[in-house]
């Protein structure tokens, strides 16, 4: 935790809405760090899952990422570059999500709605969507 305080938000009551203040403050985040955005982006996904979507596109992450880490600043200090960059870090590095025909899951939901396989992914977050 001491290092990565957004896993936090892995324990039910704790939001990305309510760490990130505490964490920028206190450990300094800058703005742009990927942690930072990597936990706005599973934020983004999670409550897209409590309204019942097993998915996204990259788009509709990068929107809706970008509207939670910008929040009430005056300019944009987290570009849609850098989403990317974490999003598609995500999907190949960390393997947390997962690009498919079009839509990025988590994994666990990719998984449950593939039944762990799949062959037809993508590798970026910037991959063209269709629905």
Request: glycine residues 10%; charged residues 30%.
């Amino acid at each position: 935790m001491k290092e990565d305080p957004f896993r936090l938000c892995e324990i039910k009551g704790f939001g990305f809405i309510s760490v990130d203040p505490i964490a920028v403050k206190s450990k300094g985040f800058r703005l742009d760090t990927p942690l930072r955005i990597k936990a706005a982006i599973a934020h983004v996904l999670q409550k897209a899952q409590e309204d019942g979507h097993l998915y996204l596109t990259s788009e509709e992450i990068v929107v809706n990422a970008s509207r939670l880490l910008n929040h009430g600043l005056d300019t944009e200090e987290v570009t849609a570059r850098a989403i990317k960059d974490a999003g598609n870090e995500m999907i190949n590095k960390d393997h947390q999500l997962v690009g498919n025909a079009g839509g990025i899951y988590t994994k666990r939901s990719f998984d449950a709605e593939m039944g762990g396989g799949g062959s037809d992914r993508q590798t970026s977050l910037a991959a063209k969507d269709a629905r």
